[in-house]
């Protein structure tokens, strides 16, 4: 777990901006995922990448765009389509097929 | 779909009693499950995790037990302590060649002191 960061540790968000979470692993996983938790609720899938410069969307992408030029980086966008976006996001990574996921310590995101 | 149905959704024990929390798979190729524990404000960590080809993993206070022919796993926590008090979730996983968790809605833990 302490080989993954996310940046900032809380993010404000005004109308109509885009704002970028930061996720960077030196662990050298090659999947990484991000998860949008509500409060008091379960986990859900945004988008994964399997390896570099391929992304795939998961449960609820709408409003929401990833990149993953680098393998430790994965940074999501969280964009002005996205009209709920106060959340904690939680990015993970992947060391293997057989491996399971270890998650960073989070970003919370609030909308002034 | 694949989905994965976790109960209850809270649950408060006595210090010193035992708490289990179960969950049901659909996905009969599903071979994959790991728990987790989320304290609050906190990332979740992997507390213990089984694969299919075992029928229970003990790791001190806490074990799982999985029954493929129910497609259902529990978590089996004895002795509480009022650390154990967190939000647990479980997951499974289709297979080795599957990036994705499916994820569990989570039970609220409460160990009483």
């Known amino acids: 777990d302490g080989g993954i960061t996310q940046s900032p540790k809380y993010l404000f968000r005004k109308e109509g901006q885009n704002v970028t979470l930061s996720c960077e692993q030196n662990?050298?996983?090659?999947?990484m995922y991000w998860y949008r938790q509500d409060p008091g609720q379960g986990l859900r899938l945004i988008y994964y990448?399997?390896?570099?410069?391929?992304?795939q969307k998961g449960d609820i992408a709408e409003g929401y765009s990833v990149s993953r030029e680098k393998k430790e980086s994965f940074p999501l966008t969280v964009t002005s389509a996205q009209k709920n976006p106060t959340a904690f996001y939680l990015c993970?990574?992947?060391?293997?097929?057989?491996?399971?996921?270890?998650f960073g310590p989070g970003t919370r995101l609030l909308v002034l | 779909g694949e989905n994965v149905e976790q109960h209850p959704s809270t649950l408060s024990v006595q210090e010193g009693d035992s708490a289990v929390i179960k969950c049901t798979y659909s996905?009969?190729?599903?071979?994959?499950f790991p728990w987790y524990k989320q304290e609050l404000g906190k990332r979740p960590q992997l507390i213990i995790d089984?694969?299919?080809?075992?029928g229970e993993k003990k790791d001190q206070r806490i074990a799982v037990t999985l029954n493929k022919t129910a497609k259902h796993f529990s978590l089996h926590i004895t002795e509480t302590q009022p650390e154990d008090s967190a939000v647990y979730f479980c997951?499974?996983?289709?297979?080795?060649?599957?990036?994705?968790?499916?994820f569990g809605s989570g039970t609220r833990l409460l160990v009483r002191p």
């Open positions: 993970a990574s992947r060391p293997g097929p057989r491996e399971t996921q270890y």
């Open positions: 662990l050298n996983h090659d999947a």
């Open positions: 990448s399997q390896i570099v410069n391929d992304f």
């Open positions: 996905d009969s190729a599903s071979n994959y």
């Open positions: 089984i694969r299919s080809n075992v």
């Open positions: 997951a499974a996983r289709r297979g080795d060649s599957s990036y994705k968790l499916i």
